[in-house]
């Protein structure tokens, strides 16, 4: 193990537990990534020292929480490069992130025979809301096809798009195959289309550096806790002019300008999308997780991550029997993969009691689960802390696993 993971990995005092009363190995980091100290500090400190209301009280503490909470704002919108601090909504995470758009977009500007346009590779949070727009507006779902190695197929997604196409939504990275998808050639042909791209980047935050300017996105969705940093808050980018013209989705406290029971008018953005309460705690830590990534630096991040990949791929193609889903020539981040003759949920079970945490069934994407045949993926997922001695062990327990149940 290197020196530079080593430093990582000691601040995470969650990765020397023992399970079952043996060291274990953390596979599974696309479900969620492990907190570094700083980040539960973070945290903790806010509720020790500076917990307070945020935007309404004139107290020296709210003032100090406002000012803290609208500093992380800033944070976020430099991580992923918004040319304002406005065009950041904070949110529980991707998937609210995905449904404000629906919604506050979707409700207002798509009709019936509109098109929505996503690929077989979405997570559920990327095709759900936009079933639910569908059915509330009469407007049509289209999903572009992907071929056996988890690509994308760009001739049959240009022939579905359309000048009915509306609202293009796709994930940057795939949570079950581990595919880098071409956005910026996704969101200039939507573009030529006329519609606005969202892109769900719950797994791509983590393992790349992702400009929103460069790109060209309306909408970029990712999760803080998929990029250490505490579960509950996230973030949705959208382009300022976009943003001003869509309605709330949540009325309440905060997004409000005038109330009266006659007319409410509305708050300018970012805040008429943060109705109530926001997550101040979670926010903060929100930006303590974006230093640590900004201080290990996005060439080591990729480099590090495709080494993981390129010795965990050649590592299990040694074992015989296995199959692998999800083999792009662009993909970070994570294998997914079946053990012949062994069912993904026994699998799971005995690679548990080995120490091993990975995870198994549809991944919240049964649609491509499916297009595979198979009744689940095993997958293992992989943060900036893991090393290749974790994948060793993970070889091991496979070979145990084929010797119990195969
Ligand atoms: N994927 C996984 O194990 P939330 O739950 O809102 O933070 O993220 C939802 C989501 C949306 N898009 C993609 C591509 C995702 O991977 C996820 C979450 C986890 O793969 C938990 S299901």
């Known amino acids: ?81 918004s040319s ?49 727009l569908c059915s509330r507006t009469g407007a049509k779902l289209k999903v572009s096809p992907i071929d056996f190695s988890g690509e994308m197929i760009m001739r049959e997604f240009e022939k579905l798009l359309n000048t009915k196409t509306k609202i ?5 990275v795939s949570n079950s195959l581990g595919t880098i998808n071409p956005i910026k ?37 990712f999760s803080g806790h998929k990029m250490y940093a505490p579960m509950g808050i996230g973030a949705l980018y959208g382009k300022e002019n976009l943003l001003d013209k869509m309605d709330p989705w949540q009325g309440g406290g905060e997004m409000i300008a005038q109330v009266t029971f006659d007319k409410t008018t509305y708050n300018e953005i970012p805040f008429k999308f943060e109705a109530g309460t926001p997550n101040v705690s979670g926010a903060l830590g929100f930006e303590a997780a974006i230093h640590f990534l ?14 993981l990949l390129n010795y965990g791929h050649n590592r299990l193609a040694e074992i015989a029997g296995l199959k692998f889903h999800g083999t792009a020539k662009r993909k970070t981040g994570l294998i997914s993969f079946n053990i012949e003759g062994v069912h993904p949920y026994d699998a799971a079970v005995l690679l548990d009691k080995l120490g091993v945490a990975i995870r198994t069934g549809h991944l919240c994407a049964q649609p491509t689960v499916d297009f595979y045949n198979v009744p689940g993926f095993i997958r293992a997922s992989f943060g900036v802390y893991n090393t290749r001695e974790e994948i060793d062990l993970l070889c091991d327990a496979i070979e145990k696993v084929k010797e119990i149940l195969s």
């Open 185 to 221: 050639e996704v969101i200039e042909k939507a573009h030529d289309a006329g519609a606005v791209v969202l892109i769900d980047g719950a797994q791509a935050v983590s393992n790349l550096k992702v400009d929103v300017q460069e790109l060209d996105c309306d909408f970029y969705c």
């Open 84 to 132: 304002n601090s406005s065009e950041i909504i904070f949110t529980k995470g991707t998937t609210e992130s995905i449904n404000l758009v629906a919604n506050s977009y979707g409700n207002k500007f798509l009709k019936k025979d509109d098109e929505i346009l996503i690929t077989r590779m979405e997570h559920h949070s990327n095709i759900v809301p936009w079933q639910m």
């Open 294 to 307: 900004s201080n290990i630096g996005y060439d080591f991040i990729v480099n590090h991550k495709d080494d």
């Open 1 to 81: 193990m290197n020196n530079e993971i080593l430093k990582i990995r000691e601040q995470f005092p969650i990765l020397n537990r023992m399970v079952y009363g043996k060291p274990f190995a953390y596979l599974d980091n696309a479900a969620t990534t492990q907190k570094p100290t700083k980040v539960v500090k973070r945290v903790s400190d806010y509720y020790e020292w500076e917990n307070s209301n945020v935007h309404r009280g004139a107290h020296f503490l709210s003032q100090e929480a406002t000012v803290a909470f609208e500093k992380a704002r800033t944070s976020v919108s430099q991580f992923i490069n």
């Open 168 to 172: 293009v939504a796709i994930t940057h």
